[in-house]
Protein backbone atom coordinates (compact mmCIF):
# COMPACT_ATOMS: atom_id res chain seq x y z
CA UNK A 1 0.00 0.00 0.00
CA UNK A 2 1.35 3.69 -0.88
CA UNK A 3 1.97 5.86 2.01
CA UNK A 4 1.11 8.65 0.04
CA UNK A 5 -2.50 9.54 -1.95
CA UNK A 6 -3.50 11.82 -4.60
CA UNK A 7 -6.95 13.85 -4.10
CA UNK A 8 -9.10 15.05 -7.12
CA UNK A 9 -11.09 17.87 -6.66
CA UNK A 10 -13.79 19.57 -9.29
CA UNK A 11 -12.09 22.73 -9.04
CA UNK A 12 -9.63 25.05 -7.64
CA UNK A 13 -11.88 26.33 -4.86
CA UNK A 14 -12.11 22.94 -3.24
CA UNK A 15 -8.67 22.29 -3.13
CA UNK A 16 -7.91 25.47 -1.36
CA UNK A 17 -11.22 24.47 0.99
CA UNK A 18 -9.92 20.90 1.34
CA UNK A 19 -6.16 22.17 2.04
CA UNK A 20 -7.28 24.86 4.90
CA UNK A 21 -8.76 21.87 6.64
CA UNK A 22 -5.96 19.44 6.43
CA UNK A 23 -3.69 22.26 7.94
CA UNK A 24 -5.97 22.26 10.65
CA UNK A 25 -5.85 18.55 11.24
CA UNK A 26 -2.39 18.38 11.07
CA UNK A 27 -2.10 16.25 7.84
CA UNK A 28 1.36 16.48 5.86
CA UNK A 29 -0.03 17.49 2.51
CA UNK A 30 1.00 19.34 -0.67
CA UNK A 31 -0.91 21.15 -3.52
CA UNK A 32 0.60 20.36 -6.51
CA UNK A 33 -0.31 20.32 -10.13
CA UNK A 34 -2.51 17.47 -11.18
CA UNK A 35 -1.07 14.22 -12.72
CA UNK A 36 -2.58 14.48 -15.99
CA UNK A 37 -2.53 10.28 -16.14
CA UNK A 38 -5.35 10.90 -13.41
CA UNK A 39 -7.90 13.54 -14.28
CA UNK A 40 -7.91 16.87 -16.48
CA UNK A 41 -10.75 17.67 -14.19
CA UNK A 42 -8.89 20.57 -12.20
CA UNK A 43 -4.79 22.09 -12.66
CA UNK A 44 -4.54 21.48 -8.69
CA UNK A 45 -4.61 18.55 -6.36
CA UNK A 46 -3.31 17.55 -3.01
CA UNK A 47 -1.03 15.00 -2.18
CA UNK A 48 -1.58 13.39 1.32
CA UNK A 49 0.93 11.22 3.60
CA UNK A 50 -2.26 10.20 5.77
CA UNK A 51 -4.69 7.34 6.02
CA UNK A 52 -7.85 7.73 3.15
CA UNK A 53 -10.30 6.87 5.42
CA UNK A 54 -9.00 10.05 7.67
CA UNK A 55 -9.37 12.12 5.08
CA UNK A 56 -12.36 11.24 3.77
CA UNK A 57 -13.86 11.44 7.02
CA UNK A 58 -12.11 15.53 7.85
CA UNK A 59 -12.65 16.43 4.43
CA UNK A 60 -16.73 14.89 4.83
CA UNK A 61 -16.78 16.84 8.07
CA UNK A 62 -15.76 19.78 6.46
CA UNK A 63 -18.15 19.99 3.61
CA UNK A 64 -15.50 19.14 0.80
CA UNK A 65 -15.56 15.56 -0.26
CA UNK A 66 -12.90 14.83 -3.22
CA UNK A 67 -14.25 13.75 -6.80
CA UNK A 68 -11.58 10.62 -6.79
CA UNK A 69 -8.25 9.80 -5.24
CA UNK A 70 -5.65 7.82 -6.44
CA UNK A 71 -2.12 6.16 -5.30
CA UNK A 72 1.28 6.06 -5.67
CA UNK A 73 0.50 4.57 -9.14
CA UNK A 74 -2.05 6.88 -10.19
CA UNK A 75 -4.67 4.12 -9.98
CA UNK A 76 -8.19 5.41 -8.72
CA UNK A 77 -8.28 3.69 -5.80
CA UNK A 78 -11.97 5.70 -4.42
CA UNK A 79 -14.22 7.31 -5.77
CA UNK A 80 -16.81 9.52 -4.46
CA UNK A 81 -20.83 8.83 -4.76
CA UNK A 82 -23.11 10.95 -6.64
CA UNK A 83 -20.28 12.69 -8.08
CA UNK A 84 -19.64 13.10 -11.95
CA UNK B 1 -4.62 55.48 5.85
CA UNK B 2 -2.17 55.65 2.46
CA UNK B 3 -2.04 58.55 0.89
CA UNK B 4 -5.21 60.90 1.13
CA UNK B 5 -4.29 65.09 0.33
CA UNK B 6 -4.25 67.99 2.16
CA UNK B 7 -5.30 70.01 0.02
CA UNK B 8 -8.72 68.64 -0.45
CA UNK B 9 -11.74 67.05 1.62
CA UNK B 10 -13.04 64.17 -0.17
CA UNK B 11 -16.54 63.80 0.24
CA UNK B 12 -17.93 61.54 -2.89
CA UNK B 13 -16.79 58.17 -1.04
CA UNK B 14 -20.61 56.85 -2.64
CA UNK B 15 -18.85 57.31 -6.11
CA UNK B 16 -15.56 55.18 -4.62
CA UNK B 17 -13.99 55.74 -1.01
CA UNK B 18 -10.83 57.38 -1.22
CA UNK B 19 -8.43 57.43 0.49
CA UNK B 20 -7.98 53.53 1.08
CA UNK B 21 -6.81 52.15 4.07
CA UNK B 22 -3.12 51.60 4.19
CA UNK B 23 -3.32 47.90 4.36
CA UNK B 24 -5.70 47.37 1.12
CA UNK B 25 -2.70 49.43 -0.60
CA UNK B 26 -0.12 47.26 0.93
CA UNK B 27 -1.88 43.97 0.36
CA UNK B 28 -2.08 44.75 -3.28
CA UNK B 29 1.47 45.87 -3.49
CA UNK B 30 2.44 42.48 -1.91
CA UNK B 31 0.61 40.35 -4.49
CA UNK B 32 1.67 41.79 -7.05
CA UNK B 33 5.27 42.11 -6.20
CA UNK B 34 5.38 38.72 -4.47
CA UNK B 35 2.32 36.53 -5.78
CA UNK B 36 0.99 37.69 -8.93
CA UNK B 37 0.40 34.84 -10.33
CA UNK B 38 -2.92 33.37 -12.41
CA UNK B 39 -5.04 31.73 -10.05
CA UNK B 40 -6.64 27.89 -10.62
CA UNK B 41 -4.57 27.91 -13.67
CA UNK B 42 -0.89 26.45 -13.05
CA UNK B 43 -0.23 24.76 -10.21
CA UNK B 44 3.27 26.05 -9.00
CA UNK B 45 3.13 28.09 -5.69
CA UNK B 46 2.08 31.69 -6.89
CA UNK B 47 -0.41 30.19 -8.52
CA UNK B 48 -1.70 28.03 -5.23
CA UNK B 49 -1.15 31.55 -3.45
CA UNK B 50 -3.11 33.65 -5.49
CA UNK B 51 -6.13 30.78 -5.48
CA UNK B 52 -5.59 31.21 -1.24
CA UNK B 53 -6.47 34.86 -1.89
CA UNK B 54 -9.97 34.50 -3.68
CA UNK B 55 -10.64 31.76 -1.28
CA UNK B 56 -9.83 33.85 1.83
CA UNK B 57 -11.99 36.50 0.16
CA UNK B 58 -14.82 34.77 -0.74
CA UNK B 59 -14.88 33.49 2.70
CA UNK B 60 -14.59 36.75 4.33
CA UNK B 61 -17.11 38.27 1.90
CA UNK B 62 -19.80 35.25 2.92
CA UNK B 63 -19.07 36.15 6.90
CA UNK B 64 -20.04 39.45 6.30
CA UNK B 65 -22.63 38.81 4.41
CA UNK B 66 -23.98 35.73 6.95
CA UNK B 67 -24.62 32.95 4.36
CA UNK B 68 -23.10 29.94 4.38
CA UNK B 69 -21.71 28.17 0.99
CA UNK B 70 -18.84 30.86 0.25
CA UNK B 71 -18.15 29.01 -3.16
CA UNK B 72 -21.68 30.40 -4.34
CA UNK B 73 -19.93 34.11 -3.59
CA UNK B 74 -19.45 35.09 -7.07
CA UNK B 75 -17.13 37.67 -8.32
CA UNK B 76 -16.95 40.49 -10.74
CA UNK B 77 -15.90 43.48 -11.72
CA UNK B 78 -17.85 45.76 -9.70
CA UNK B 79 -22.32 45.39 -9.11
CA UNK B 80 -23.28 46.55 -12.28
CA UNK B 81 -21.92 43.28 -13.88
CA UNK B 82 -23.05 41.95 -10.94
CA UNK B 83 -26.88 43.28 -11.55
CA UNK B 84 -26.48 42.46 -14.85
CA UNK B 85 -25.64 38.80 -14.77
CA UNK B 86 -28.52 38.62 -12.10
CA UNK B 87 -31.22 40.42 -14.27
CA UNK B 88 -30.22 38.30 -17.46
CA UNK B 89 -30.09 35.17 -15.67
CA UNK B 90 -33.56 35.56 -14.10
CA UNK B 91 -35.43 37.22 -16.86
CA UNK B 92 -34.05 36.21 -19.95
CA UNK B 93 -36.23 34.33 -22.33
CA UNK B 94 -39.36 34.69 -19.38
CA UNK B 95 -42.39 35.75 -19.83
CA UNK B 96 -43.82 38.02 -17.20
CA UNK B 97 -43.31 40.73 -14.94
CA UNK B 98 -40.62 42.44 -12.55
CA UNK B 99 -40.93 44.49 -9.76
CA UNK B 100 -38.57 47.51 -8.73
CA UNK B 101 -38.80 50.80 -7.36
CA UNK B 102 -38.40 54.60 -7.50
CA UNK B 103 -35.34 54.57 -6.36
CA UNK B 104 -32.90 52.40 -8.27
CA UNK B 105 -29.55 53.39 -9.72
CA UNK B 106 -29.34 53.12 -13.59
CA UNK B 107 -27.10 49.81 -12.86
CA UNK B 108 -30.57 47.81 -12.47
CA UNK B 109 -32.97 50.22 -14.31
CA UNK B 110 -30.69 49.85 -17.60
CA UNK B 111 -30.64 46.05 -17.81
CA UNK B 112 -34.29 45.89 -16.81
CA UNK B 113 -35.21 48.22 -19.56
CA UNK B 114 -33.34 46.48 -22.44
CA UNK B 115 -34.22 43.03 -20.89
CA UNK B 116 -38.08 44.34 -21.19
CA UNK B 117 -37.24 45.41 -24.85
CA UNK B 118 -36.19 42.46 -25.76
CA UNK B 119 -38.13 39.79 -23.75
CA UNK B 120 -41.86 40.17 -22.78
CA UNK B 121 -41.29 41.12 -19.37
CA UNK B 122 -43.04 44.32 -17.82
CA UNK B 123 -41.50 46.50 -15.48
CA UNK B 124 -43.64 48.21 -12.23
CA UNK B 125 -42.63 50.55 -10.31
CA UNK B 126 -43.55 50.69 -6.66
CA UNK B 127 -43.10 54.73 -6.13
CA UNK B 128 -41.19 56.48 -3.17
CA UNK B 129 -42.22 59.62 -0.99
CA UNK B 130 -40.27 62.32 -1.89
CA UNK B 131 -38.46 61.87 1.75
CA UNK B 132 -37.17 58.39 0.29
CA UNK B 133 -39.58 56.65 1.79
CA UNK B 134 -41.05 53.38 0.72
CA UNK B 135 -43.43 50.76 2.42
CA UNK B 136 -42.92 47.14 1.43
CA UNK B 137 -46.52 46.71 1.49
CA UNK B 138 -46.07 48.60 -1.53
CA UNK B 139 -44.05 46.52 -3.19
CA UNK B 140 -46.10 43.53 -2.02
CA UNK B 141 -49.11 45.34 -4.09
CA UNK B 142 -47.13 45.08 -7.23
CA UNK B 143 -46.16 40.97 -7.21
CA UNK B 144 -48.52 38.59 -8.67
CA UNK B 145 -48.54 35.41 -10.58
CA UNK B 146 -46.50 36.69 -13.10
CA UNK B 147 -43.80 37.86 -11.36
CA UNK B 148 -40.56 36.74 -12.15
CA UNK B 149 -38.26 38.85 -9.88
CA UNK B 150 -37.98 41.63 -7.49
CA UNK B 151 -35.14 44.35 -7.40
CA UNK B 152 -34.74 46.37 -4.77
CA UNK B 153 -31.94 49.40 -3.42
CA UNK B 154 -30.82 49.09 0.08
CA UNK B 155 -29.52 52.58 0.21
CA UNK B 156 -29.76 55.14 -2.16
CA UNK B 157 -26.88 57.07 -3.56
CA UNK B 158 -29.26 60.00 -3.95
CA UNK B 159 -30.94 60.56 -0.64
CA UNK B 160 -28.96 58.07 1.56
CA UNK B 161 -32.51 56.30 2.51
CA UNK B 162 -32.32 52.58 3.43
CA UNK B 163 -35.31 50.12 2.37
CA UNK B 164 -36.37 47.49 4.59
CA UNK B 165 -34.79 44.71 2.46
CA UNK B 166 -35.33 41.98 5.39
CA UNK B 167 -38.68 43.18 5.64
CA UNK B 168 -38.95 43.30 1.51
CA UNK B 169 -37.26 39.29 1.46
CA UNK B 170 -40.28 37.93 4.17
CA UNK B 171 -42.62 39.02 1.46
CA UNK B 172 -41.10 37.28 -1.38
CA UNK B 173 -39.47 34.13 0.46
CA UNK B 174 -42.54 33.15 1.26
CA UNK B 175 -43.69 33.42 -2.42
CA UNK B 176 -40.16 31.70 -3.33
CA UNK B 177 -39.52 34.86 -6.24
CA UNK B 178 -36.14 35.90 -6.65
CA UNK B 179 -35.21 39.37 -4.85
CA UNK B 180 -32.29 40.71 -5.90
CA UNK B 181 -30.88 43.45 -3.74
CA UNK B 182 -28.67 46.29 -4.78
CA UNK B 183 -26.04 46.51 -1.61
CA UNK B 184 -23.81 48.99 -3.56
CA UNK B 185 -24.01 51.62 -1.10
CA UNK B 186 -24.40 49.47 2.05
CA UNK B 187 -22.27 46.73 2.37
CA UNK B 188 -19.29 47.52 4.80
CA UNK B 189 -20.95 50.14 6.72
CA UNK B 190 -24.37 48.38 7.47
CA UNK B 191 -24.87 45.52 9.08
CA UNK B 192 -26.33 42.79 7.00
CA UNK B 193 -27.57 38.89 7.81
CA UNK B 194 -28.89 36.85 4.73
CA UNK B 195 -29.03 33.57 6.80
CA UNK B 196 -31.59 31.25 5.89
CA UNK B 197 -32.63 33.47 2.85
CA UNK B 198 -33.40 30.80 -0.46
CA UNK B 199 -34.31 33.25 -2.42
CA UNK B 200 -32.82 36.38 -1.99
CA UNK B 201 -29.43 37.54 -4.17
CA UNK B 202 -27.21 40.07 -2.25
CA UNK B 203 -25.04 42.25 -4.78
CA UNK B 204 -22.54 44.31 -4.13
CA UNK B 205 -19.15 46.40 -5.19
CA UNK B 206 -15.75 46.38 -3.47
CA UNK B 207 -14.60 49.77 -4.20
CA UNK B 208 -16.68 51.78 -2.11
CA UNK B 209 -17.55 51.02 1.59
CA UNK B 210 -15.79 47.77 1.96
CA UNK B 211 -12.48 49.43 0.87
CA UNK B 212 -11.05 47.53 -1.87
CA UNK B 213 -9.88 48.69 -5.41
CA UNK B 214 -12.06 49.67 -8.11
CA UNK B 215 -12.46 46.64 -10.47
CA UNK B 216 -13.89 44.61 -7.92
CA UNK B 217 -17.24 43.18 -6.70
CA UNK B 218 -20.22 40.15 -6.73
CA UNK B 219 -23.09 38.71 -5.59
CA UNK B 220 -23.87 35.55 -3.70
CA UNK B 221 -26.55 33.13 -5.49
CA UNK B 222 -28.61 30.91 -3.15
CA UNK B 223 -28.97 27.50 -4.11
CA UNK B 224 -32.72 27.32 -4.95
CA UNK B 225 -32.08 30.08 -7.44
CA UNK B 226 -30.81 28.64 -10.61
CA UNK B 227 -29.52 30.99 -13.88
CA UNK B 228 -27.04 30.66 -16.69
CA UNK B 229 -24.33 33.12 -16.50
CA UNK B 230 -23.63 35.60 -19.19
CA UNK B 231 -20.19 34.91 -19.97
CA UNK B 232 -18.38 31.67 -19.92
CA UNK B 233 -14.69 30.82 -20.83
CA UNK B 234 -12.12 29.14 -19.57
CA UNK B 235 -12.31 28.33 -15.55
CA UNK B 236 -8.90 26.00 -15.36
CA UNK B 237 -11.04 23.36 -14.30
CA UNK B 238 -12.83 20.73 -16.47
CA UNK B 239 -10.43 21.68 -19.07
CA UNK B 240 -11.34 18.81 -21.71
CA UNK B 241 -14.49 19.67 -21.69
CA UNK B 242 -15.37 22.85 -24.41
CA UNK B 243 -19.44 23.35 -22.43
CA UNK B 244 -19.29 25.76 -19.15
CA UNK B 245 -19.19 23.70 -15.62
CA UNK B 246 -22.28 23.53 -13.77
CA UNK B 247 -20.35 24.09 -10.51
CA UNK B 248 -19.50 26.88 -8.15
CA UNK B 249 -18.00 29.70 -8.41
CA UNK B 250 -16.19 28.52 -11.79
CA UNK B 251 -19.74 28.60 -13.67
CA UNK B 252 -20.13 32.34 -13.17
CA UNK B 253 -16.23 33.18 -12.98
CA UNK B 254 -14.65 32.74 -16.43
CA UNK B 255 -11.05 34.22 -17.67
CA UNK B 256 -8.56 35.69 -15.41
CA UNK B 257 -9.97 37.45 -12.67
CA UNK B 258 -9.03 40.49 -11.03
CA UNK B 259 -6.67 39.33 -8.24
CA UNK B 260 -5.00 42.28 -7.48
CA UNK B 261 -8.37 43.86 -6.98
CA UNK B 262 -9.70 40.77 -4.64
CA UNK B 263 -6.74 40.91 -2.87
CA UNK B 264 -7.55 44.61 -1.24
CA UNK B 265 -10.68 43.79 -1.27
CA UNK B 266 -10.08 40.90 0.86
CA UNK B 267 -7.32 43.50 3.19
CA UNK B 268 -10.42 45.87 3.58
CA UNK B 269 -13.20 43.62 4.64
CA UNK B 270 -10.74 42.53 7.03
CA UNK B 271 -9.88 45.88 8.34
CA UNK B 272 -13.84 46.67 8.33
CA UNK B 273 -14.53 43.47 10.49
CA UNK B 274 -11.28 44.78 12.92
CA UNK B 275 -12.82 48.48 13.06
CA UNK B 276 -16.61 46.99 13.37
CA UNK B 277 -19.14 47.83 10.93
CA UNK B 278 -21.20 49.13 13.83
CA UNK B 279 -18.65 51.63 14.81
CA UNK B 280 -17.90 53.15 11.22
CA UNK B 281 -21.60 53.48 10.46
CA UNK B 282 -21.96 55.31 13.73
CA UNK B 283 -19.08 57.88 13.14
CA UNK B 284 -20.22 58.48 9.74
CA UNK B 285 -23.35 59.00 10.73
CA UNK B 286 -22.35 61.52 13.24
CA UNK B 287 -20.68 63.29 10.17
CA UNK B 288 -23.70 63.35 7.92
CA UNK B 289 -26.02 64.59 10.73
CA UNK B 290 -23.89 66.75 11.45
CA UNK B 291 -23.37 68.51 8.51
CA UNK B 292 -27.26 68.42 7.85
CA UNK B 293 -28.26 70.16 10.89
CA UNK B 294 -25.59 72.74 10.12
CA UNK B 295 -27.09 73.72 6.68
CA UNK B 296 -30.68 72.43 7.36
CA UNK B 297 -32.51 75.64 8.80
CA UNK B 298 -30.44 78.02 5.52
CA UNK B 299 -33.03 79.25 3.50
CA UNK B 300 -31.29 79.32 0.52
CA UNK B 301 -30.80 75.16 1.27
CA UNK B 302 -32.85 72.57 0.49
CA UNK B 303 -31.42 68.81 1.70
CA UNK B 304 -33.15 65.79 0.51
CA UNK B 305 -34.70 62.92 1.80
CA UNK B 306 -35.67 62.15 5.79
CA UNK B 307 -33.68 62.65 8.65
CA UNK B 308 -34.48 59.68 10.33
CA UNK B 309 -30.90 58.56 10.81
CA UNK B 310 -31.20 54.72 11.95
CA UNK B 311 -32.30 54.54 8.77
CA UNK B 312 -30.05 56.40 6.30
CA UNK B 313 -26.27 55.84 5.40
CA UNK B 314 -24.27 59.02 5.53
CA UNK B 315 -25.16 60.09 1.69
CA UNK B 316 -27.10 63.78 1.61
CA UNK B 317 -28.15 65.56 -1.21
CA UNK B 318 -28.75 69.05 -1.27
CA UNK B 319 -29.30 71.75 -3.97
CA UNK B 320 -28.95 75.73 -3.31
CA UNK B 321 -31.83 77.77 -4.45
CA UNK B 322 -31.63 79.32 -8.03
CA UNK B 323 -27.73 77.76 -8.11
CA UNK B 324 -26.75 75.18 -11.00
CA UNK B 325 -25.79 72.08 -8.97
CA UNK B 326 -23.07 71.87 -11.30
CA UNK B 327 -21.82 75.74 -10.14
CA UNK B 328 -22.13 74.93 -6.56
CA UNK B 329 -20.18 71.91 -6.79
CA UNK B 330 -16.99 73.66 -8.51
CA UNK B 331 -17.71 76.59 -5.99
CA UNK B 332 -16.72 73.94 -3.38
CA UNK B 333 -13.52 72.24 -4.94
CA UNK B 334 -12.12 75.57 -6.31
CA UNK B 335 -12.53 77.74 -3.38
CA UNK B 336 -12.69 75.32 -0.46
CA UNK B 337 -11.34 72.30 -1.65
CA UNK B 338 -14.60 70.42 -0.88
CA UNK B 339 -15.26 67.27 -4.05
CA UNK B 340 -18.93 66.59 -4.34
CA UNK B 341 -20.98 65.35 -6.98
CA UNK B 342 -23.70 67.33 -8.78
CA UNK B 343 -25.82 65.79 -11.21
CA UNK B 344 -28.53 62.63 -11.64
CA UNK B 345 -25.49 60.70 -9.43
CA UNK B 346 -26.61 57.93 -12.66
CA UNK B 347 -30.22 57.61 -10.81
CA UNK B 348 -32.62 59.67 -12.48
CA UNK B 349 -35.82 57.92 -11.29
CA UNK B 350 -34.21 58.67 -7.80
CA UNK B 351 -33.96 62.16 -8.24
CA UNK B 352 -37.69 62.43 -10.36
CA UNK B 353 -38.52 60.83 -7.19
CA UNK B 354 -36.96 63.97 -4.64
CA UNK B 355 -38.33 66.57 -7.67
CA UNK B 356 -34.83 67.22 -8.57
CA UNK B 357 -34.72 66.06 -12.38
CA UNK B 358 -33.04 67.01 -14.83
CA UNK B 359 -31.06 69.23 -13.07
CA UNK B 360 -29.87 66.71 -10.15
CA UNK B 361 -28.50 67.71 -7.15
CA UNK B 362 -25.02 68.18 -5.05
CA UNK B 363 -24.20 64.98 -3.40
CA UNK B 364 -22.31 64.73 -0.16
CA UNK B 365 -20.74 61.41 0.55
CA UNK B 366 -19.28 60.92 3.94
CA UNK B 367 -16.39 58.10 4.53
CA UNK B 368 -14.81 56.34 7.43
CA UNK B 369 -11.72 58.73 6.70
CA UNK B 370 -13.42 62.17 7.29
CA UNK B 371 -13.47 63.66 10.28
CA UNK B 372 -16.41 65.68 12.03
CA UNK B 373 -14.08 68.63 11.59
CA UNK B 374 -14.59 67.92 7.67
CA UNK B 375 -18.27 68.03 7.67
CA UNK B 376 -18.30 71.41 9.94
CA UNK B 377 -16.17 72.96 7.23
CA UNK B 378 -18.54 71.64 4.20
CA UNK B 379 -21.49 73.10 6.23
CA UNK B 380 -19.95 76.69 6.31
CA UNK B 381 -18.81 76.39 2.85
CA UNK B 382 -21.58 75.55 1.50
CA UNK B 383 -23.24 78.80 3.15
CA UNK B 384 -20.89 80.66 1.90
CA UNK B 385 -21.70 79.80 -1.52
CA UNK B 386 -25.41 79.76 -0.86
CA UNK B 387 -25.35 83.50 0.31
CA UNK B 388 -23.14 83.92 -2.80
CA UNK B 389 -19.92 84.58 -0.72
CA UNK B 390 -18.27 83.15 -3.90
CA UNK B 391 -18.38 84.03 -7.35
CA UNK B 392 -18.73 81.56 -10.73
CA UNK B 393 -17.00 84.76 -12.70
CA UNK B 394 -13.91 85.03 -11.14
Not at chain 2, 83 to 100: E, I, M, P, Q, R
Not at chain 2, 298 to 307: A, F, M, S
Request: hydrophobic fraction near 40%; glycine fraction near 8%.
Amino acid sequence: MSDWFILIFRNTHEVIKADAFLERENIKREVIPTPKFISSECGLCIKVWKDISDVVKILKEGGVVPLKIADSSFKEIWKAEGKT
Amino acid sequence: MEGGREDIIYLDNAATSFPKPKEVVEKAFEFITRSGANPGRAGHRLSVEASRILFECRKALSEMLDVEREERLIFTKNATEGLNVVAYGLLKDKKGNVVTTSLEHNSVMRPLRLISQNNPIEIRVAKAQRSGRLEPEKIEALIDEETVAVFVNHASNVTGTTLSIFEIAQITEKRGIPLVVDLTQSMGCMPLSFKGLSFTIPVFTGHKSLLGFPGTGGFYLPEAVEIEPLIVGGTGSNSENQWQPDFMPDKFESGTPNTVGIASLLAGVNWIKKKGVESIRKHEIELAKCFTELVDKHPQIEVYGHRDWPEKVAVVSVNVKDKDPAVVSLLLDREFGILTRAGLHCAPIAHETIGTFPTGAVRFAFGVFNSLKDAEYAAKALIKVAEGGVSYDS
